[in-house]
Nanobody
Framework: QVQLVESGGGLVQAGGSLRLSCGVS????????MGWYRQAPGKQRELVAR???????NYADSVKGRFTISRDNAKNTVYLQMNSLKPEDTALYYC?????????WGQGTQVTVSS
């Protein structure tokens, strides 16, 4: 059974940094895209960043220049380095993996940024 296990969330002051990690366990096959989404209370889930196997990346405009996504294909792990965090970054962050024609989701890790 495939599982996505996230870690690295927490409480941080505005201007601080956090690094999220998401490891994939189980037989998942060829992983194409790995990414991070977030959902704040009362809002829809939105894409934060994603990275293709080629290394090509997409970022939400709101995090460009502050967040960096990376992946380790040998470890089936994706990372999100978040710098200069703002209170509006507060949300539940979900790891997403697209492999073998379907999406897989993690359980979410909470990021809270205090002002």
């Amino acid at each position: 059974q495939v599982q996505l296990v996230e870690s690295g969330g927490g409480l941080v002051q505005a201007g601080g940094s956090l690094r999220l990690s998401c490891g994939v366990s189980g037989s998942i096959g060829f992983i194409n895209t790995m990414g991070w989404y977030r959902q704040a209370p009362g809002k829809q889930r939105e894409l934060v960043a994603r990275i293709f196997r080629s290394g090509f990346t997409n970022y939400a405009d709101s995090v460009k220049g502050r967040f960096t996504i990376s992946r380790d294909n040998a470890k089936n792990t994706v990372y999100l380095q978040m710098n200069s965090l703002k209170p509006e970054d507060t949300a539940l962050y979900y790891c997403n993996v697209y492999a073998a024609g379907r999406d897989y989701w993690g359980q979410g890790t909470q990021v809270t940024v205090s002002s």
